[in-house]
């Protein structure tokens, strides 16, 4: 449980952070998703940081039991397998994330999500349990 709660300790203030930071500047982010994400070496160059950081975790906490800590596997998977098409696919993923953005509701639903994702993650990473 303590590499779990470790592993949360990062990822949920680092989701929160990023949550907080997009609801905060809605209004601008079609234009610096057009700016980062229409570049395809950005994207390619963040997909292995990505890919790095999903590996990481996989490596030390590849855990499908019942609980809360399987959320930090299945994130975990999510990050090497978006690094992993980041890698191989930049191009493509570019015109979806500048379309993806375009639409009204989709950008601050997903926000929410990592917000609550976030917050959950770092109260398990934080409390004394």
Aim: glycine share 10%; charged share 10%; no cysteine.
């Amino acid at each position: 449980m303590t590499t779990s709660k470790s592993i949360a300790a990062l990822i949920g203030p680092t989701l929160v952070a990023g949550a907080v930071a997009v609801l905060l500047n809605l209004g601008r982010w079609p234009a610096l998703v057009a700016q980062g994400f229409g570049n395809p070496a950005l994207i390619f160059v963040s997909g292995f940081l990505l890919f790095v950081a999903g590996l990481a975790i996989v490596r030390v906490h590849n855990r499908w039991e019942r609980g809360w800590p399987v959320l930090v596997t299945a994130l975990g998977w999510f990050a090497l397998l978006a690094g992993l098409a980041r890698i191989m696919f930049p191009t493509q993923l570019a015109a979806i994330a500048v379309g993806a953005v375009q639409s009204t509701g989709l950008l601050p639903a997903v926000a929410i999500v990592y917000l609550a994702v976030g917050a959950f993650l770092s109260f398990k990473g934080y409390s004394r349990e």
